[in-house]
């Protein structure tokens, strides 16, 4: 009995001593426990640097993990430290030394955390060294020799010691050298010198013992149900049967192959070989033959924004040929009194005659509906696209000849009806190293444009008769535009534009009229002085009429306003700009105080099809106005009455 009591007291004794424990452990680590549980915020990202500062926090920020994440975690700041020493290593600081100082805010439950970092001395590039290429020739040797993406001295960066050894291998591969490749770890340090700063870099390559050439080239087109010619892509394979090997050569032909309309894709791959000489297959997926898309778009005519809408077919084999056939029918609205219809038919021939000569023809008939007279056309374009060359400053030449017969009927002339016949021959020289279609942010555009108006009319009235009408003239034309990235990520963007041009009237004859506004120059509009409406500025009697001397430009500063953000807001952006010109009767009238300025404001959202922009503009210095009114806070209650124009547009003003 008196065991039994003693056994019950110890483990009566026992449970109180585990009680008496989890209690005090509640004590000590209960608040860490319950503070495991908040979720803690970032409040702020900061960068310290004890000694020099080499990158700027924007770029640091690029690298850290924790500036995308709004949830603090030991784990994140740690990895990130490891992050930053990478991203240091990688640019020369192989001794960069990562702290933080984390600051937590339980009561609003966010964090702040600083990185401080020291850089240390940054090593630079004592030397290269090279193996694998004991056995190239020594032409090829000589073209390696002149690659300079990095040379002795230079601040030591992983980044371009992989593009120096890349370009090692295009040029090894690029002269017959098929397999050559990098041995594992190449272009790793392999002598670091730390009293001078300095390393050793080492490229290894390997498959450079054989000299490969290129066989024949069979074509093999899967699923072809539309009966397509093999002849049609063999004929974009650059390389010949014996040639010595090359990728940029391969690379070419499958470019060039899926050019062809029909064709999706082509793959040139090597068939087994044992020698040196190498026959490939080319592996080729066609296209839909036929295809039928509604599509919407806004252009500009005569300064007037048009927002238009249309169905399109479009043959990607016509006529058992790289030929395509296009067949439109689009309208185009301004507003119910400006209106304009087309149906076109376009046919598009690569290849014409030479292999840089794209022929395009595009026959339209329509009808537009402008202020004061509506009129029926049928117009002919034919264009020859000539390809120089992408390293050249022209790279591309055109040749337009447009044939236009229109039937007019005016609402302002005694006889109500008239018909003309309109003709331009011109040659336009292209310059475009810009980096985007829809939305530049770095590059130069140039185009310059001569052309002459009347040689087929006059022929043919002098044939058929007197009542068709005709203008002649010699028209010029250039048009500029730079764009200057201001920021990491392209967020800010500087755009430019300058366009000038002349039109010289000339010739006599009771069928001459002047010449037409389809031709002539305007201002005003929202691809023009956004401070005035489409076709309303000018040192004319009538703006609206047009001029044949025009001098115009702006400058407008592109920003995105959250970058970093997601959803909705990503593609927001906005733009400040100055725009200025005019456009007089003839070039003898020009004056430097009748230029025209306008400032403003606008919003812009990205679309696929480009941003959509809305421009707030107002009119800084009008020549035209009264005296005393041509500023813009020369009389301050008019700013919103008359000096002022609310823009629309799809795509960039310039």
């Known amino acids: 009995m008196i065991k039994s009591h003693l056994l019950k007291l110890r483990v009566k004794k026992s449970v109180h001593s585990i009680l008496f424990l989890c209690a005090v452990s509640l004590m000590i680590f209960g608040s860490d426990i319950s503070y495991s549980q908040e979720i803690i915020g970032i409040d702020e990202i900061e960068f310290s640097h004890k000694g020099k500062q080499t990158f700027d926090d924007g770029q640091l920020k690029d690298v850290i993990a924790i500036n995308k994440s709004k949830i603090y975690t030991k784990k994140l700041v740690e990895t990130d430290i490891q992050k930053l020493k990478k991203f240091y290593f990688d640019n020369g600081f192989f001794d960069v030394a990562v702290d933080t100082a984390i600051y937590i805010d339980r009561e609003d439950e966010e964090a702040s955390v600083k990185y401080i970092i020291t850089e240390n001395n940054r090593y630079k590039l004592d030397s290269t060294v090279l193996y694998g290429l004991e056995k190239i020739p020594e032409e090829t040797l000589e073209k390696i020799k002149k690659i300079n993406t990095i040379k002795k001295g230079d601040n030591y960066s992983k980044v371009l010691i992989l593009q120096y050894g890349n370009e090692i291998l295009d040029t090894l591969q690029n002269n017959g050298f098929m397999n050559a490749r990098y041995i594992n770890d190449s272009g790793t340090v392999i002598k670091r010198f730390k009293s001078e700063s300095k390393v050793v870099v080492e490229l290894s390559f390997t498959g450079t013992d ?6 024949t080239a069979q074509i093999n087109i899967k699923n072809n149900e539309y009966g397509v010619r093999t002849e049609l892509p063999a004929e974009e394979i650059t390389f010949k049967d014996g040639e010595i090997y090359s990728k940029a050569k391969k690379l070419e032909s499958e470019r060039n192959m899926t050019k062809i309309p029909i064709i999706s894709s082509a793959k040139l791959n090597p068939d087994p070989y044992s020698g040196n000489k190498v026959n490939f297959t080319a592996d080729i997926t066609l296209n839909k033959r036929n295809e039928v898309t509604p599509y919407i778009k806004g252009s500009n005519f005569e300064n007037r924004f048009y927002l238009g809408a249309g169905v399109r077919y479009l043959n990607k084999y016509f006529l058992q040929g790289n030929r395509t056939l296009m067949l439109e029918l689009e309208e185009d609205f301004n507003s119910s009194s400006i209106n304009r219809t087309e149906i076109s038919a376009t046919v598009t021939q690569p290849h014409f005659i030479k292999r840089e000569l794209t022929l395009i023809n595009k026959l339209s008939f329509g009808f537009n509906n402008v202020e004061n007279y509506k009129n029926y056309y049928a117009a002919n374009v034919t264009t020859l696209n000539y390809f120089i060359a992408p390293h050249t400053f022209y790279n591309n030449a055109y040749l337009d000849l447009t044939e236009e017969l229109i039937w007019i009927k005016y609402d302002t002339i005694a006889t109500g009806r008239q018909t003309q016949f309109n003709s331009f021959l011109s040659v336009t ?4 190293n810009t980096n985007n279609l829809l939305a530049p942010s770095k590059g130069f555009y140039h185009s310059i444009l001569v052309g002459t108006s009347g040689l087929i009319p006059r022929l043919v009235t002098s044939t058929i008769g007197k009542q068709i009408f005709y203008s002649e003239f010699f028209k010029v034309y250039t048009l500029n535009k730079f764009y200057f990235s201001l920021s990491r990520g392209d967020n800010t963007v500087l755009a430019t534009n300058l366009k000038i041009g002349d039109i010289i009237e000339y010739g006599k004859g009771e069928n001459k009229i002047p010449v037409q506004p389809a031709y002539k120059f305007f201002s005003g509009g929202s691809s023009s002085l956004r401070g005035w409406n489409a076709k309303a500025n000018g040192i004319l009697a009538d703006p609206v ?9 702006s400058v407008e500063l592109r920003k995105k306003l959250f970058p970093s953000a997601e959803g909705f807001m990503k593609n927001l952006g906005a733009a400040f700009f100055v725009d200025y010109g005019n456009v007089w009767e003839t070039h003898k009238e020009f004056r430097a105080n009748q230029i025209a300025m306008a400032i403003g404001f606008g919003v812009r959202y990205d ?22 009114e041509q500023w813009l806070f020369d009389n301050p209650g008019r700013i919103f009455k008359d000096k ?11």
Request: aromatic share 24%; net charge negative.
């Open 210 to 215: 054989t000299l490969y050439y290129f066989g």
């Open 429 to 432: 020289l292209e310059h475009d």
């Open 545 to 553: 009429n047009g001029g044949t001397f025009l001098l115009e430009g």
């Open 607 to 628: 679309l696929f099809i480009g941003p959509i922009r809305f421009d707030f503009g107002f009119k800084l210095y009008d020549p035209s106005a009264p005296e005393g």
């Open 644 to 654: 002022f124009a609310i823009q629309f547009g799809i795509g960039q003003a310039f």
